[in-house]
């Protein structure tokens, strides 16, 4: 089994900045890609940011320009630094994680238990 713990969750003012982080644990052959959903009350997850393994990214149009996706293989972590916050940006942010647990085995999807992020005008 493999768990993703995330911090950094906290209530900022708008235009204010928050780093979110991600560490991945358990049975870890290879971590693929990992990134960033958020699931704001009343509406679906949504994709925020995406990472692979070889540092190629990928971002929600929202976000893009302001929220910046970096990771540590070496850690197996991923962080998350969001700047120019805004009210929208308020959700729960869910750590996810492909991990492949050993060298015969499938890669598996994995997610954490979610970090608050709330942005006040």
């Known amino acids: 089994q493999v768990q993703l713990v995330e911090s950094g969750g906290n209530l900022v003012q708008a235009g204010g900045s928050l780093r979110l982080s991600c560490a991945a644990s358990?049975?870890?052959?290879?971590?693929?890609?990992m990134g960033w959903y958020r699931q704001a009350p009343g509406k679906q997850r949504e994709m925020v940011a995406l990472i692979t393994n070889r540092d190629s990214t990928n971002y929600s149009a929202s976000v893009r320009g302001r929220f910046t996706i970096s990771r540590d293989n070496a850690k197996n972590m991923v962080f998350l630094q969001m700047n120019s916050l805004r009210p929208e940006d308020t959700a729960s942010y869910y750590c996810y994680a492909n991990v492949k647990s050993g060298v015969r085995e499938l890669s598996n999807d994995y997610w954490g238990q979610g970090t608050q992020v709330t942005v006040s005008s």
């Open positions: 358990g049975s870890i052959f290879r971590v693929n890609t």
